[in-house]
T-cell receptor
Framework: DVKVTQSSRYLVKRTGEKVFLECVQD?????MFWYRQDPGLGLRLIYF???????EKGDIPEGYSVSREKKERFSLILESASTNQTSMYLC????????????FGPGTRLTVT | GDSVTQMEGPVTLSEEAFLTINCTYT??????LFWYVQYPGEGLQLLLK?????DKGSNKGFEATYRKETTSFHLEKGSVQVSDSAVYFC????????????FGKGTMLLVSP
């Protein structure tokens, strides 16, 4: 079974803190993704990566950065957390370039106070 | 750009009722279409998919048919169970090369005994 794990299920941070969200997949997938999920807005793509050290902006990259130093690990970084970044963050990975299933982690619920 | 529109919820049904959740899309080219399900407290998991026009995806009693002429991918189930209570997301994969997904806003389904 493909497994995608995220470092925390719940996280509370203060405004202005630097926040790291970690995602690890164990199936040697090339492509990894970070989404945020908000009520009434569905899932929105923040960043994705198709290879080690490669990254592409998604639909809402502002205020975020990412790091992919190893194939299995994809990190989302909030350089200076703000209250409007309070959300559920979901990581996903996929093996195929086209039309394949994305496997999701359980999510990290981040609250910025 | 690509977009997915699905009916707003919550959809409230009694056990054994018939379910339809409407989904329509706008995309260039020929996207693959997906339904994902999110049970309470969990990440998303693939429910079914269709990769070309007239394909029918099915899983766990759920079905959806890829209708190119109406740009639709409606989810149906003949007899819902309490355990089907979840949030359902329609999605398309249209951005070539990286399998990024565009999601609808999600429809919550509540099934009562």
């Amino acid at each position: 079974d493909v497994k995608v794990t995220q470092s925390s299920r719940y996280l509370v941070k203060r405004t202005g803190e630097k926040v790291f969200l970690e995602c690890v997949q164990d199936m040697d997938h090339e492509n990894m993704f970070w989404y945020r999920q908000d009520p009434g807005l569905g899932l929105r793509l923040i960043y994705f990566s198709y290879d080690v050290k490669m990254k592409e902006k998604g639909d809402i990259p502002e205020g975020y950065s990412v790091s992919r130093e190893k194939k299995e690990r994809f990190s989302l970084i909030l350089e200076s957390a703000s209250t409007n970044q309070t959300s559920m963050y979901l990581c996903a990975s996929i093996a195929e370039r086209e039309g394949g299933e994305q496997y999701f982690g359980p999510g990290t619920r981040l609250t910025v106070t | 750009g690509d977009s997915v529109t699905q009916m707003e919820g919550p959809v409230t049904l009694s056990e054994e009722a018939f379910l339809t959740i409407n989904c329509t899309y706008t995309a260039t080219g020929y996207p693959s279409l997906f339904w994902y399900v999110q049970y309470p407290g969990e990440g998303l998991q693939l429910l079914l998919k269709a990769t070309k026009a007239d394909d029918k995806g099915s899983n766990k009693g759920f079905e959806a048919t890829y209708r190119k002429e109406t740009t639709s991918f409606h989810l149906e189930k003949g007899s819902v169970q309490v355990s089907d209570s979840a949030v359902y997301f329609c999605a398309l994969s249209g951005r070539s090369g990286y399998s990024t997904l565009t999601f609808g806003k999600g429809t919550m389904l509540l099934v009562s005994p």
